[in-house]
């Protein structure tokens, strides 16, 4: 008798059983983590040019599991960029808390969708113990609500969706049910230095990035809180907490006063900066932050969780959840947390685990510890290419530098060498109408010893153009 080819599912119930497929999937992880202070910042042409072996059609039969993941080892791993080393210092990308990325791992074969308590109450529960951990780990509101998002950029727009609600509601006009057309005109007044997933977010809401009215920002990218206008309920004021080029942080309380004497709402942008509050010796940056509405932070950038781990902090629970409204005859609401009332989304991952992971492992001083170590490096960097001939375009408050060369054009060049080294990676903005290099230092990992390194990266390139 012809035996009957076992079927998907069975393959799939066989894999659970023996396990051989998630032990391959470990090994090749630890591989990982052994070498990755051992292999290029950035992968070379030759490496990337392998990534051609994904290029085929898709397979008309199932294919061999173990293959699978041999491939993505073989010709993924090589060409990844080495975020989770030392020398990573591009786009505000920080690296994993070794606990977090366990915790993820735990999270994952757990698969949980956190939209409703009757879904997950663990990660109900998590979400609520995170709410209260960070809520008092940056000074905010007691009654401030937290929603756990993909990033900063998702929970800048519902705080600035919140916002819209609130302020529209207090003219009298509610605009999910009457949506914006007719609706009375709501104010955006914003830095000419606001990051440009505000400009995105304000598009999305309907607010229009035209609109805006743009308040000039100082030599160091801080709003100019002198050419503020005038202010009034139906105005939403958006500030920052560190300049994603100079790492600056708006003027808080001063602006927060007035906009609380007019009734304004206020969101704060604290994608990596809104951490300085956790640090005794850099929570000054901060201060005020408390009078704002609405804060969107990255767990993923300064406090290291993997990525995927935006929390949009709001503290009118009501404007939140009804700007992210929700219904439909299925959806069970109870008495306990039911996390989609402060989210864009129902189905997610369940992001609370590894930050509830994270929180855990360093606590208050751990988390203190974190923020000055990322700072520390920065001025370290500042000091040294400093003390070697680069200019240091900014006043290093927090985690961020720009540096030029002599000219323009030596700049470029530098920073095109230091990217081709492998031995660190940098990005490059343009600052004041000239380029410059843009060093973040968001990643445990980095050492002194890594900042010494880098610097020699950044000379030896320089020197390679001045010889040329």
């Known amino acids: 008798m012809k035996t009957k080819p076992p079927s998907i599912r069975d393959k799939m119930f066989a894999q659970i059983a023996d396990k051989m497929l998630f032990e391959q999937a470990r090994s090749y992880a630890y591989a990982y983590m052994d070498d990755v202070n051992r292999r290029?910042?950035?992968?070379?042409?030759?490496?990337?040019?392998?990534?051609?072996?994904?290029?085929?059609?898709?397979?008309?039969?199932?294919?061999?599991?173990?293959?699978?993941?041999?491939?993505?080892?073989?010709?993924?791993?090589?060409?990844?960029?080495?975020?989770?080393?030392?020398?990573?210092?591009?786009?505000?990308?920080?690296?994993?808390?070794?606990?977090?990325?366990?915790?993820?791992?735990?999270?994952?074969?757990?698969?949980?969708?956190?939209?409703?308590?009757?879904?997950?109450?663990?990660?109900?529960?998590?979400?609520?113990?995170?709410?209260?951990?960070?809520?008092?780990?940056?000074?905010?509101?007691?009654?401030?609500?937290?929603?756990?998002?993909?990033?900063?950029?998702?929970?800048?727009?519902?705080?600035?969706?919140?916002?819209?609600?609130?302020?529209?509601?207090?003219?009298?006009?509610?605009?999910?049910?009457?949506?914006?057309?007719?609706?009375?005109?709501?104010?955006?007044?914003?830095?000419?230095?606001?990051?440009?997933?505000?400009?995105?977010?304000?598009?999305?809401?309907?607010l229009g990035k035209n609109r805006v009215e743009l308040v000039p920002a100082d030599a160091e990218g801080r709003l100019d809180a002198t050419c503020l206008p005038q202010l009034d309920?139906?105005?939403?004021?958006?500030?920052?907490?560190?300049?994603?080029?100079?790492?600056?942080?708006?003027?808080?309380?001063?602006?927060?006063?007035?906009?609380?004497?007019?009734?304004?709402?206020?969101?704060?942008?604290?994608?990596?900066?809104?951490?300085?509050?956790a640090s005794p010796t850099k929570k000054h940056l901060a201060k005020g932050i408390e009078k704002a509405d609405s804060w969107s932070v990255d767990g993923h950038k300064t406090l290291n969780t993997p990525y995927d781990c935006g929390i949009i902090l709001c503290k009118n629970r009501d404007a939140l959840a009804a700007s992210m409204q929700a219904t439909g005859a299925y959806i069970q609401y109870g008495e306990n947390r039911d996390s989609m009332l402060y989210t864009p989304d129902m189905s997610r991952r369940a992001r609370a685990v590894e930050l509830w992971a994270t929180l855990r492992f360093l606590g208050r001083n751990g988390v203190a510890e974190l923020v000055d170590g990322l700072c520390e490096c920065?001025?370290?960097?500042?000091?040294?290419?400093?003390?070697?001939?680069?200019?240091?375009?900014?006043?290093?408050?927090?985690?961020?530098?720009?540096?030029?060369?002599?000219?323009?054009?030596?700049?470029?060049?530098?920073?095109?060498?230091?990217?081709?080294?492998?031995?660190?990676?940098?990005?490059?903005?343009?600052?004041?109408?000239?380029?410059?290099?843009?060093?973040s230092v968001c990643s445990w990992a980095t050492t002194s010893e890594d900042v010494d390194r880098s610097v020699q990266a950044f000379i030896t390139a320089r020197d390679a153009v001045l010889d040329d």
């Open 40 to 206: 290029p910042v950035f992968p070379d042409e030759e490496t990337i040019d392998k990534l051609a072996a994904f290029d085929e059609p898709l397979p008309r039969q199932s294919q061999s599991a173990t293959d699978i993941l041999k491939r993505l080892d073989a010709y993924g791993s090589p060409a990844t960029v080495a975020q989770t080393g030392g020398r990573y210092f591009g786009f505000v990308n920080g690296n994993a808390v070794p606990v977090a990325l366990a915790a993820r791992w735990v999270s994952d074969i757990w698969d949980q969708n956190p939209a409703l308590y009757v879904i997950s109450p663990t990660v109900a529960k998590l979400e609520h113990v995170c709410e209260q951990w960070v809520r008092d780990l940056l000074g905010l509101p007691s009654e401030t609500v937290a929603g756990f998002v993909s990033g900063t950029s998702i929970a800048t727009t519902c705080g600035l969706a919140a916002g819209r609600y609130a302020i529209l509601k207090n003219q009298g006009w509610d605009v999910n049910e009457d949506g914006l057309f007719g609706a009375p005109p709501v104010r955006v007044v914003v830095s000419q230095q606001a990051h440009g997933t505000v400009f995105k977010a304000l598009a999305l809401l309907g």
């Open 378 to 439: 920065a001025t370290q960097f500042a000091k040294q290419l400093a003390e070697n001939g680069f200019r240091v375009l900014n006043e290093v408050v927090f985690n961020q530098v720009l540096v030029a060369c002599d000219t323009p054009a030596e700049t470029e060049r530098t920073l095109a060498g230091i990217q081709a080294s492998g031995e660190c990676w940098c990005g490059g903005t343009n600052w004041q109408d000239k380029p410059a290099i843009r060093i």
């Open 233 to 277: 309920s139906s105005t939403l004021v958006i500030l920052q907490a560190g300049n994603v080029n100079t790492g600056s942080f708006d003027d808080f309380e001063h602006v927060c006063h007035a906009a609380l004497s007019a009734g304004a709402w206020v969101h704060i942008d604290g994608a990596f900066g809104l951490w300085a509050a």
